[in-house]
Structures are given as structure tokens and as C-alpha cells.
């Protein structure tokens, strides 16, 4: 019988944006495996350089995870210790490393976890819709048939939705989620979270979609779109009515401002302000 122990396989969360959202167990676990394997070792070389990690790097990707982890699950039987990266995030989480999880499992080894940045859970954090229970729907397919139908399926969940969306499709599908949830449906772009420019927009579905749609500046870089679940609705007239009346009290009474806003919106002058 052999004496070697198998190695761990540590699964470890990388920053979404900014450098330093990297715990200090993470740099410690990836400076000390054996080897690091990496989605795009390219991609990642320059932050693991950052953090002054050295440990070789080895491609673990979709297309090539088949093939990789059987000699990846010899190594950890063999006695080392190997990490899983991704691009960015948790691993595993819309990236690769299902399959490695799953046969390093199945062959005995032991699989820790080193968590950190998740977009989901980032966005969800800020977001400001019922964080209770959620549903991650990851990404959604890329035609607009699919997609709609896709969305059907979650149109009576009362669990706040959560996709990966790729910037050039946001303002489409924020279309298709207007189209399916309704108008009033609450929604939140989280877009660049931990970055330079990031954004987190909360509005009622129609608006959202339509402010996406004339700002080309919202369709840019890595974004998160977050919908309220069903019975979260807000009234449309009602939401549009009180962001009006927000306006125009700065500059009249309140009662005037009520009754203009009343007027521009069509919601009921009361709801607005009981005077
Ligand atoms: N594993 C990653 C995680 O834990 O979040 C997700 C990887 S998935 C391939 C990439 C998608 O995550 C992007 O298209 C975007 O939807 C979302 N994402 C990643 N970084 C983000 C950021 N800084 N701000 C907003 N969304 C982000």
C-alpha cells in the first residue's frame, strides 16, 4: 500500500475587478500548491504576479477540462496539492471546474474551498431587492426566442432573479424581461462592480430598459440584472409618479407638487402626498 497522502484540491476565489478583493488565504494556498490550474493562464499570470505568486500555472478550460483533470486527479493522488482558479470569482460559478470537482470527489479527494468575490452574490449585496431567497439563472441563451421562453418559466417566481449578462446583449434582454415580467417589475443593473466605473441602477423594469437602451455607456463592461420576484411589483404609474413629485418638491410646495405630478404620471394625487 502506498504511503503518500492524496493532495488537496483547494477551489479558490479570485477578485471580480479590483486587486485586491483577494483574501489573504487565497495568496497564501496559491503560493504554497504544487501547481495552479488556471482557466486562461495568461489572463491570470499578471494578478498572480501582483500578489507575488509564482507557483506554475497549468490551462484548465472548457474545452480542454475533460483531458485535464484526469491528470490533473493523478497529481492529487500522487501526493500534491493543486489549486483551481478562474478568470474571476468563484470557480465553478458560470466557469469551469465542474468536472474537476466532480471526478476529484469521486476518487476520494478532499476538496476545501477558499471563498471570495462572487458578481452574484456582489450585486445581490447592493442590490436592494429581498435577499432572503434568490434564484442564480446564470446566463440567459443568447436568441430572443429562447430567452423569452426561458424567462416564462420564471415569470411566477417570487424569489428575486439573478443573471450573468455579456454587455452587448443587456439592452436586449432587459427588452425581453420588460416583455415578459411587465413594466412594473423591479429591476437592478449592477454593472463594473469593485471597478472604476462602477454603476448600480434600481428601477422599475420599463425604465430600466429604456434608459439601457438610449445610454450606450450602460451596455458597457460586466454586468449583473437582478428582478424583484413576482408580488414584488411595483405599480408603474406609481413609481414614475413619485420620482416626478421627488423632482418637483425641491421646487414647489408639496401640495403643487403632487398635483403636477399626479398629472404627468396618472397615478392618484393622494398616493403621492396626503396633504
Ligand atoms: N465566476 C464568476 C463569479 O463568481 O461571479 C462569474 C464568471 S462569468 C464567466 C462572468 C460574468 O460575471 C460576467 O459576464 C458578468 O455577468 C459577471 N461579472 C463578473 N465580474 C463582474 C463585475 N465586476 N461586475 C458585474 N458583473 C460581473
Not at 478562474?86 to 470537482?101: I, N, Y
Not at 431567497?133 to 436568441?143: H, I
Request: proline share 6%; glycine share 8%.
Amino acid at each position: 500500500m502506498s504511503s503518500v497522502q492524496p493532495g488537496c484540491l483547494w477551489v479558490v476565489a479570485t477578485p471580480i475587478g479590483h486587486r485586491d478583493d483577494f483574501s489573504a488565504r487565497a495568496v497564501a494556498t496559491l503560493r504554497e500548491v504544487a501547481v495552479i490550474a488556471a482557466e486562461d493562464t495568461r489572463h491570470s499570470r499578471p494578478l498572480l504576479l501582483h500578489h507575488g505568486i509564482a507557483t506554475p500555472l497549468i490551462a484548465l478550460h472548457e474545452h480542454n477540462e475533460r483531458e485535464v483533470v484526469e491528470a490533473v486527479v493523478r497529481r492529487l493522488q500522487g501526493g500534491e496539492s493543486v489549486a483551481l482558479i478562474s478568470d474571476a470569482g468563484t470557480p465553478l460559478v458560470s466557469d469551469p471546474g465542474f468536472r474537476l470537482v466532480r471526478a476529484a470527489r469521486a476518487a476520494g479527494i478532499r476538496c476545501s474551498p477558499v471563498p471570495g468575490a462572487c458578481a452574484a452574490i456582489a450585486a445581490l449585496s447592493v442590490a436592494g431587492l429581498p435577499s432572503d431567497r434568490f434564484v442564480f439563472e446564470g446566463f440567459l441563451p443568447p436568441k430572443s426566442a429562447a430567452r423569452r421562453a426561458r424567462l416564462q418559466e420564471l415569470a411566477g417566481d417570487p424569489r428575486t432573479l439573478i443573471f450573468y449578462e455579456s454587455s452587448h446583449r443587456v439592452a436586449e434582454s432587459l427588452a425581453d424581461m420588460r416583455a415578459v415580467f411587465g413594466d412594473g417589475r423591479e429591476a437592478v443593473l449592477a454593472r463594473e462592480l469593485t471597478k472604476l466605473f462602477e454603476t448600480v441602477l434600481d428601477e422599475p423594469l420599463a425604465r430600466l430598459a429604456e434608459r439601457v437602451a438610449n445610454d450606450p455607456d450602460q451596455q458597457r463592461g460586466e454586468c449583473v440584472i437582478l428582478v424583484a420576484g413576482r408580488g414584488e411589483e411595483v405599480d408603474a404609474k406609481l413609481a414614475e409618479g413619485r420620482r416626478v413629485f421627488a423632482i418637483l418638491r425641491e421646487e414647489l410646495p408639496p401640495a403643487k407638487a403632487a398635483k403636477l405630478a399626479a398629472a404627468v404620471s396618472g397615478a392618484a394625487r393622494k398616493a403621492l402626498y396626503e396633504g
